[in-house]
C-alpha cells in the first residue's frame, strides 16, 4: 500500500498521531530524516475503528475510541510474547515519553510491513496464512487465567454489523433477507473451545515486514484489536463463507484448509463443516449486513460481490426479500 501526506492541520488528531511516529522512528531527534522524499511517511488507513500512520521502517496505530484499555494491554502483552512471534507481528516500545493514547484512542507501534498485494490474487499466501493461524491456535495459553485475554471478538463483531445495518438500513430492501439468515445462527455454546483466535483473520490482516539478514521475508498475522481467547473455527469462517458463497474458488480453499490440516491446526476434524457451518453463517451475515449499511450510507446500489452475499443470506434464509 502506497501511503499519502497527511494533510491536516498541526495539532489535528492525524498530524499528532504523525508526528509520533516521526519520534518513534528518530527517537534522536535532529536534522530531517528524508523518509517523506522517499515515499516512506503517510497514512495506511484512517478508519473509526483504527488509523495507522507509516513513518519510515514503522507504523503508528490510533485504536477504536470504545477500546478497553485493559483489554488492550493484554493483547499488546501476548502479540508481545516470543512463543507467539512466529505468527503474530510484535508490537516495538514507543518512544520515551510518549502518551499512551491520543484523543482518548490507544496507541501503539509496530514494525512496518508490506501487505498483501490486491493486484496479484494469484499471489495471496493462503497456506502462509493457514500455517500462521494454525500456529496460533496451537499456542498455550498465557499462565494464571489465559494472562487477562478477554474473549476474541470475531461473533461480537458479527453481532456489531447486524446492529450497525438495523441503524442505517432499516428499510432497505436486502435488510430482512440479512435478519432471516441471522436468525438462523445460533448462540456459541457453553463448551466451545477457549484456544488461542486472532478474532477478525482476512489476507488484509497480513504483512511481510523486513527480513533480519539472511533471512527469507515471512507473513506475520497483524491487528490484535480483535485477539483473544474462543473457537479457532472462527478464524477459518471468512474463508469459509467465502468459499461456500461462490467467491473464493475450490482450489483455493481446499489449498487453505490443507495447509491449515497439515501444520496441525485444532479447528477442524474429519469433517470441516461440522465446525465451520455456523461461524460461516455468521461471517456471512456479518459481511451482508456490513454491505447494506455501507451502500446505504454512501447512496449506492450494493456491487456485486455484496449481491452475492445478499443472495447467500437468501439460501441460509429459505427465501430473499429485495
Known amino acids: 500500500m502506497t501511503p499519502t ?3 491536516l492541520a498541526p495539532g489535528a488528531p492525524l498530524d499528532r498521531l504523525a508526528a509520533l511516529a516521526r519520534a518513534a522512528a528518530h ?3 535532529g536534522a530531517p530524516c528524508g523518509c517523506a522524499e ?10 473509526e475503528d483504527g488509523t495507522v500512520v507509516r513513518h519510515g521502517a514503522l507504523v ?5 475510541p470504545d477500546t478497553d484499555p485493559e483489554a488492550h494491554r493484554a493483547r499488546l502483552a501476548l502479540a508481545a510474547r516470543p512463543d507467539v512471534a512466529g505468527a503474530l507481528l510484535p508490537p516495538l516500545p514507543p518512544p520515551p515519553a510518549a502518551p499512551e493514547e491520543l484523543g482518548g484512542r490507544p496507541v501503539s507501534v509496530w514494525p512496518y510491513g508490506a501487505p498483501v498485494d490486491p493486484g496479484d490474487p494469484d499471489a495471496a499466501p493462503w497456506e502462509e496464512a493457514a500455517r500462521l493461524l494454525a500456529l496460533l491456535h496451537r499456542t498455550p495459553l498465557p499462565p494464571g ?6 474473549a476474541m471478538r470475531a461473533p461480537l463483531k458479527a453481532a456489531l454489523a447486524v446492529d450497525r445495518m438495523r441503524r442505517a438500513a432499516p428499510d432497505h430492501p436486502a435488510a430482512a433477507t440479512v435478519l432471516a439468515a441471522r436468525r438462523t445462527v445460533p448462540e456459541a455454546p457453553a463448551n466451545a473451545p477457549g484456544l488461542l483466535c486472532h478474532g477478525d483473520f482476512h489476507l488484509g490482516q497480513l504483512v511481510r515486514p523486513a527480513p533480519a539478514p539472511s533471512a527469507p521475508p515471512a507473513w506475520r498475522l497483524i491487528d490484535v484489536d480483535d485477539l483473544g481467547t474462543g473457537d479457532p473455527a472462527w478464524d477459518l469462517a471468512r474463508p469459509a463463507a467465502w468459499f461456500a458463497a461462490g467467491i473464493l474458488p475450490p482450489e483455493i480453499w481446499s489449498r487453505f484448509l490443507g495447509a491449515y490440516r497439515e501444520a496441525g491446526g485444532p479447528a477442524v476434524g474429519a469433517d470441516p463443516w461440522a ?4 461461524p460461516a453463517r455468521a461471517l456471512t451475515v456479518q459481511t451482508a449486513a456490513l454491505a447494506v449499511a455501507k451502500s446505504t450510507a454512501e447512496d449506492r ?4 460481490v ?11 434464509a429459505g427465501r430473499r426479500t429485495g
Do not use: N, Q, W
Open 306 to 316: 455484496e449481491e452475492v452475499m445478499i443472495d447467500t443470506c437468501a439460501r441460509i
Open 5 to 7: 501526506r497527511p494533510t
Open 301 to 304: 446500489p450494493l456491487d456485486e
Open 275 to 278: 465446525e465451520l457451518d455456523v
Open 145 to 150: 487465567a489465559a494472562g487477562g485475554l478477554p
Open 60 to 64: 503508528v496505530k490510533a485504536h477504536a
Open 27 to 29: 527517537p534522536t531527534g
Open 38 to 47: 522517499e515515499g516512506l511517511v503517510g497514512v495506511l488507513a484512517d478508519r
